[in-house]
């Protein structure tokens, strides 16, 4: 069952967002032809320590995986899809690459989930596109976060704009609730039917993700136990943010003007 937070736990839960959201502002500044992931990494973490959040993903261990995740970050460059490691076989940012940045922090004992994906230098026309469909989908899916709505309406909301696009969304990884956990119910696929699957009532909190390729929904796990790439090596962008729902609308928590 979704879990209904508290208004206690909201105000914990927009202090970790803010938190979050600057510190993306700043990771975005540091994306550049030759800079390398474990570089990223290491500024992530002292960024969280001087924000005074914990990484949740550090140690994390969801039940698919080998091993607890190593690192704070997961980065996702040019093909992979989410979940690449930082830290092993570190790799140099060359210009027109784009790359996905996703981390989640604990502040208070409440959790936010946030990624963005990034340009490198100058990027093809085919990855702006890619890059702005796939921003303009996870407005879409927050758009329908609204309370007496359900989960198939956000999948919905993403995958007709996705597919309108020319462009395909990730079926097999969706979206999730958080607030205590990283990962919560419910689940939140980002292709769906309008009023079908979970029932959303304000105070549930929700990681929207979608994850958008410019060829073919498939993909392929790593032996690593965590990276997803794309089956056919085409480019993959991953949008996140962690979202209230209230009686007013989705309230967007991981934004820095929250």
Known sequence: MARITTEEERTILREAGRRAARIMEELAREVRPGVTTDALEEKARALMRREGVAPALLGYHPEFAPRPYPAALCVAVNEVVVHGIPTEEPYTLREGDIIGIDFAVSFRGMVVDMARTFGVGAISPKARHLLAVTRRALRKGIAAARAGAYTGDIGNAIASYVRAEGLSVVEVLAGHGVGRAVHEPPE??????????????????????????????????????????????????????TVLVTAEGPEVLTRADT
Request: proline share 6%; net charge negative; charged share 20%.
């Open 188 to 241: 939140i696929p980002n292709f769906g039917v309008p009023g079908q699957g979970t029932l959303l009532t304000e105070g549930m909190v929700l990681a929207i993700e979608p994850m958008v390729n410019t060829g073919s929904k498939e993909v392929v796990f790593s032996r690593d136990g965590y990276t997803v790439r794309t089956r056919d090596g085409s480019l993959s962008a991953h949008f996140e943010d």
